[in-house]
């Protein structure tokens, strides 16, 4: 461990992206991008216009279920948390605020999202035009490699160790576009694994021992880094040593806070969902004819 610590104190070079010349404070945290906003905005719109149009007439809970609609509205301020306020803003100057957005746009709002059965929402909020183009879209997209849950658990792990380099961490907050691709990342990649877990929870034809074989590896994965940020006794992170003391925060002590909050709650969200497959899966062969 402490020669994988060693490898990844790489020292950053350059100046750095922030905003102004400070750390913002808690109630100026915001991050007003209409690159991400105008999308958001716009999903939450026609989904709620489709809750109405099939709930009509006295059928709430029609297509899309009360909680099913309320896993929909936690997941987006669990991406509003990340994007907007105040994690994005915060994550420049603390690696914990950082790990933080990171967790939430890879381990917590894809799942609520994705729990929300987006596509019926969707569907029926749209333009008929609009919906069947929807279809078709993600009937053209879903290929072998997208329904490979080996590509994507790799993909979870690739994104989580490689963005959390400090080269790499370094360089995105250098440089706007990079900032916004790491992010971009971590959701696509957060979504592409949740969607095939759900598929195995709603989907009683098997599967669900291979997502729960899936869940733990990423979870073991996540536990691993975040115990070496926890315990490693130097910064690792030169970014944040001149940054974090501006917060009022020890680098060393918020590089550990970062390694907790990805050690433990970040990892909640997959050990519900290994155990929740396990459990499906020891249900489906309890009914199978001896």
Do not use: K
Not at 31 to 47: D, E, I, K, R
Not at 63 to 68: D, H, K, L
Not at 105 to 120: C, F, T
Not at 160 to 179: D, F, I, Q, Y
């Amino acid at each position: 461990m402490a020669a994988l610590a060693a490898g990844l104190a790489i020292p950053a070079t350059g100046s750095a992206h922030s905003r102004g010349d400070g750390p913002p404070a808690l109630h100026d945290a915001w991050t007003l991008s209409p690159w991400l906003l105008l999308p958001l905005l716009a999903f939450a719109a026609a989904y709620a216009v489709g809750i109405v149009r099939l709930w009509r007439g006295g059928h709430a809970g029609r297509g899309v279920s009360r909680a099913e609609a309320g896993a929909c509205m936690a997941g987006l301020a669990a991406m509003l948390l990340a994007t907007v306020w105040p994690f994005d803003a915060l994550g420049e100057w603390s690696l914990a605020a950082h790990m933080a957005q990171h967790m939430l746009l890879l381990a917590v709002a894809p799942p609520l999202l994705l729990a929300a059965r987006p596509v019926a929402g969707l569907a029926a909020g749209l333009p008929r035009s609009w919906s069947t183009a929807l279809h078709r879209g993600l009937r053209a997209v879903q290929g072998p490699v997208s329904r490979s849950l080996a590509a994507a658990t790799a993909a979870n792990v690739a994104v989580m160790w490689g963005w959390h380099l400090p080269a790499a961490l370094a360089w995105a907050l250098r440089s706007e576009p990079v900032h916004w691709l790491m992010h971009g990342s971590f959701l696509v990649a957060g979504l592409w694994l949740w969607a095939l877990l759900w598929q195995r929870l709603r989907d009683d034809s098997g599967g669900a021992l291979a997502g729960a074989v899936a869940v733990v590896v990423v979870m073991m994965q996540m536990g691993f880094l975040g115990a070496l940020l926890t315990f490693s006794g130097r910064v690792l992170y030169p970014v944040y040593a001149g940054r974090a003391p501006q917060l009022g925060l020890d680098p060393l002590a918020d590089q550990q806070l970062a390694g907790l909050v990805m050690w433990v709650p970040a990892c909640l969200p997959y050990l519900a969902g290994a155990l929740w497959l396990l459990a499906r899966e020891l249900r489906r062969s309890g009914r199978r004819p001896r």
